[in-house]
C-alpha cells in the first residue's frame, strides 16, 4: 500500500480544509496517508513515504508562515530523489504576489529532488467545492502514481 504524507500550514482553517480534502482522494485510491501540520512534523519524516503533498497559506506578500519557517529550513540538505510531490496552499489576490509561498514550497521540492506531479492547486482564502474536488483529484492522481512506482 503506498504512503503519502501530507504536510500542512492553516491559519484559519482553509489550507487544513484542502488537506482534508486531498486525503480523502488519497485514501479513496487506497493509499495510507498521514497528515500533519508543519509544527507537529519534522522534514526527517518525508523520507519514510512514497510521496509527499505539502501545503502552506501564503503570509502578507508571497511570504511563507511564521509556523512553517522550521520546517521549511529543515528540509535543507534532504535527497527527496525519486519521491513523488505535490503542492497547495490558499492565498489574497490583494497582493501582489498571489500565493507565493506555494510557488516557493514548490521550488525547495524540486532543488531537493523531487519529482513534482500534477499541478500546483492555489485558491482564494477558502476552497469552492470545485477546488476540494481538485484536491481530491490531485490525492487520487498522487496514490496511483505511488501504487505503480511501488
Same mark, same amino acid.
Request: aromatic share 8%.
Given at each position: 500500500?503506498?504512503?503519502?504524507?501530507?504536510? #500542512?500550514?492553516?491559519? =484559519?482553517?482553509? =489550507?487544513?480544509?484542502? /488537506?482534508?480534502?486531498?486525503?480523502?482522494?488519497? *485514501?479513496?485510491?487506497?493509499?495510507?496517508?498521514?497528515? *500533519?501540520? !508543519?509544527?507537529?512534523?519534522?522534514?526527517?519524516?518525508?523520507?519514510?513515504?512514497? /510521496?509527499?503533498?505539502?501545503?502552506?497559506?501564503?503570509?502578507?506578500? &508571497?511570504?511563507? %508562515?511564521?509556523?512553517?519557517?522550521?520546517?521549511?529550513?529543515?528540509?535543507? $540538505?534532504?535527497?527527496?530523489?525519486?519521491? *513523488?510531490?505535490?503542492?497547495?496552499?490558499? $492565498?489574497? =489576490?490583494? #497582493? %501582489?504576489? #498571489?500565493?507565493?509561498?506555494?510557488? =516557493?514550497?514548490?521550488?525547495?521540492?524540486?532543488?531537493?529532488?523531487?519529482?513534482? @506531479? &500534477?499541478?500546483?492547486? *492555489?485558491?482564494?482564502?477558502? !476552497?469552492?467545492?470545485?477546488?476540494?474536488?481538485? &484536491?481530491?483529484?490531485?490525492?487520487?492522481?498522487?496514490?496511483?502514481?505511488?501504487? @505503480?512506482? &511501488?
Amino acid at each position: 500500500m503506498p504512503k503519502i504524507l501530507v504536510v #500542512y500550514a492553516s491559519m =484559519t482553517g482553509n =489550507t487544513e480544509e484542502m /488537506a482534508e480534502a486531498i486525503v480523502e482522494g488519497a *485514501k479513496e485510491a487506497g493509499a495510507e496517508v498521514v497528515s *500533519k501540520e !508543519a509544527f507537529d512534523a519534522t522534514a526527517d519524516e518525508l523520507n519514510h513515504y512514497d /510521496a509527499i503533498i505539502i501545503g502552506a497559506y501564503t503570509w502578507g506578500n &508571497g511570504e511563507l %508562515p511564521d509556523e512553517f519557517l522550521d520546517f521549511f529550513e529543515e528540509m535543507d $540538505g534532504l535527497d527527496l530523489s525519486g519521491k *513523488k510531490a505535490a503542492v497547495f496552499g490558499s $492565498g489574497d =489576490t490583494s #497582493y %501582489p504576489i #498571489y500565493c507565493g509561498a506555494v510557488d =516557493t514550497i514548490e521550488a525547495k521540492l524540486k532543488e531537493l529532488g523531487a519529482e513534482i @506531479v &500534477g499541478e500546483c492547486i *492555489k485558491f482564494e482564502y477558502n !476552497a469552492s467545492e470545485e477546488e476540494k474536488e481538485q &484536491g481530491r483529484r490531485l490525492g487520487r492522481q498522487i496514490a496511483g502514481l505511488v501504487a @505503480v512506482a &511501488g
